[in-house]
């Protein structure tokens, strides 16, 4: 019916990696392919297909260390046991602020509230990228048009009442709210672009 919020997601090196934007990140993996790894929370996780999208437009060859979650790979990025991540914007953000990290871009089509200052991914070098999270909320195949018309304007006017739209920004979310039809070509839109993502790099849901 629609998408719900979306959440955004924020390119992240340590500290120790000499790369102040995503193109030193480029250039230094391409003078060392194989030599940089990138953590995820897991095969076929979001984060892991956003690095494999990056890593197949960018045209560079990084390692991908898979880990069972987003906490193992956040402290393993911040030992430095990985150098690079995609990681949501509500946890990563603060990272990067802290210093523990550095923030080199986020993956959305737009900047992101939490971190105005950060370039997207597609302005500083790689024009059509675009990786996030959302939630959305859908109906049984079958149900008539006309229903889910009605359950999509009530569902919609619900998320941006202020109280309804203060609650979840407050957690990092997006509130976006938009139509079925929107919601579908969305969907397919982004199963087209990632099924070769996922083809290329072979992976797999765990």
Do not use: C
């Not at 996030?132 to 018309?149: C, D, H, I, L, R």
Request: cysteine-free.
């Amino acid at each position: 019916m629609t998408i719900a919020v979306e959440i955004g997601y924020v390119l992240l090196v340590h500290p120790s990696v000499p790369a102040n934007s995503v193109q030193e990140l480029i250039a230094l993996a391409r003078s060392k392919p194989g030599a940089l790894n990138y953590a995820s929370s897991g095969n076929g996780s979001a984060f892991h297909l956003g690095m494999e999208l990056f890593k197949r437009m960018a045209g560079v060859d990084i390692v991908h260390v898979p880990f069972k979650g987003s906490a193992l790979s956040v402290n393993a990025m911040l030992a430095a046991e990985v150098q690079i991540m995609l990681n949501g914007t509500p946890n990563g953000v603060p990272l990067a602020k802290s210093g523990k990290l550095r923030a080199l871009a986020v993956a959305g089509a737009r900047r992101s509230p939490l971190a105005p200052e950060l370039p997207t991914i597609a302005e500083s070098g790689l024009p059509g990228y675009e990786m996030s999270g959302w939630f959305g909320t859908v109906a049984p195949a079958g149900t008539p048009a006309a229903v889910v018309a009605v359950l999509n304007r009530g569902y919609v006017r619900t998320l941006h009442l202020p109280e309804v739209r203060e609650r979840l920004e407050g957690y990092g979310f997006e509130v976006v709210g938009n139509t079925p039809e929107e919601f579908a070509s969305r969907m397919r839109i982004e199963s087209q672009r990632l099924a070769r993502v996922i083809r290329d790099s072979g992976a797999k849901p765990e």
